[in-house]
Nanobody
Framework: QVQLVESGGGLVQPGGSLRLSCAAS????????VRWYRQAPGKEREMVGGIFSTGEITKYADSVQGRFTISRDNDNDVVYLQMNSLKPEDTAVYYC???????WGQGTQVTVSS
């Protein structure tokens, strides 16, 4: 069974950091492109960024460039989203997605607020 599970979300103050994880199972994860998306209340889902199997980054959204970093651990089938200098507008549910499997995780809530 193909499955993606996100974790690491929570409440953080502006300027703080969080690291999200996306753990995969049921397929050859190390060969897959993985993307992070987010969806804020009342807004469309937007792509945050993606990573190739090699670790090369596809691209980052302009809104997170320089603050967010995607990485992966192919030995443990995990992709990470390191988020620094968080802003209230980063508040959203964050999802990971594997295009070749058309599979989404369940999402993890990130709230940036003082």
């Amino acid at each position: 069974q193909v499955q993606l599970v996100e974790s690491g979300g929570g409440l953080v103050q502006p300027g703080g950091s969080l690291r999200l994880s996306c753990a995969a199972s049921g397929f050859t994860f190390r060969k897959a492109v993985v993307r992070w998306y987010r969806q804020a209340p009342g807004k469309e889902r937007e792509m945050v960024g993606g990573i190739f199997s090699t670790g090369e980054i596809t691209k980052y959204a302009d809104s997170v460039q320089g603050r967010f970093t995607i990485s992966r651990d192919n030995d443990n089938d995990v992709v990470y989203l390191q988020m620094n200098s968080l802003k209230p507008e980063d508040t959203a549910v964050y999802y990971c997605y594997v295009p070749i499997r058309n599979t989404w995780g369940q999402g993890t809530q990130v709230t940036v607020s003082s």
